[in-house]
């Protein structure tokens, strides 16, 4: 891990990184898309693009999310940076857990599983372990439960190009 990996690391931990995070989101998203998931948070930790969508608009919204691998699927956390209400893309997944993903260049359909149990624990300590500033999220939200998918791919191809904008 670079320099600048373990020192992002230790500065996720402060409220003030999570505000001025939440103020690139819509920079890293457009990087994220062009880039076709090759770039997503500057390259510092592990991060995808997700398409979901719009539970209301049912309209595509795409964001970007950190992730940890697990088998052939992606784990990612609606932690929101420690708010007190959840992200909009987590809530989009409850209502309609079919998605896409942008992940290293690759565009793959994508089914999230909502973590429970022994697995979401399971998937709490990878997470973590990418990301240890997910522990100060808890506390921020108020102890309220983060969400926790699982991103499974389900073989349908995914349509060429980049995704629509959220």
Do not use: C
């Not at 103020?23 to 693009?49: E, H, Y």
């Not at 697995?119 to 240890?132: D, I, K, S």
């Amino acid at each position: 891990m670079s320099v600048l990996g373990r020192v992002t690391r230790r500065l996720g931990h402060h409220r003030w990184f999570g505000a001025a995070a939440r103020l690139l989101v819509p920079a890293d998203r457009v990087v994220g898309r062009l880039t076709r998931g090759r770039v997503v948070a500057l390259g510092l930790i592990p991060s995808l693009v997700i398409t979901t969508t719009g539970r209301r608009s049912g309209k595509p919204r795409s964001n970007p999310v950190v992730y940890v691998p697990d088998g052939d699927a992606y784990v990612v956390i609606g932690s929101n940076w420690g708010q007190t209400h959840h992200p909009a893309w987590a809530l989009n997944l409850l209502a309609d857990p079919a998605a896409q993903v942008d992940v290293k260049g690759r565009r793959l359909a994508v089914r999230a599983e909502r973590a429970s149990g022994a697995e979401r624990e399971r998937l709490w300590q990878l997470l973590v372990t990418e990301w240890p500033a997910y522990r100060s999220y808890v506390q921020r939200a108020g102890g309220r439960e983060i969400h926790i998918f699982r991103l499974a791919p389900t073989g349908r191809g995914a349509p060429d190009g980049p995704p629509s904008a959220g």
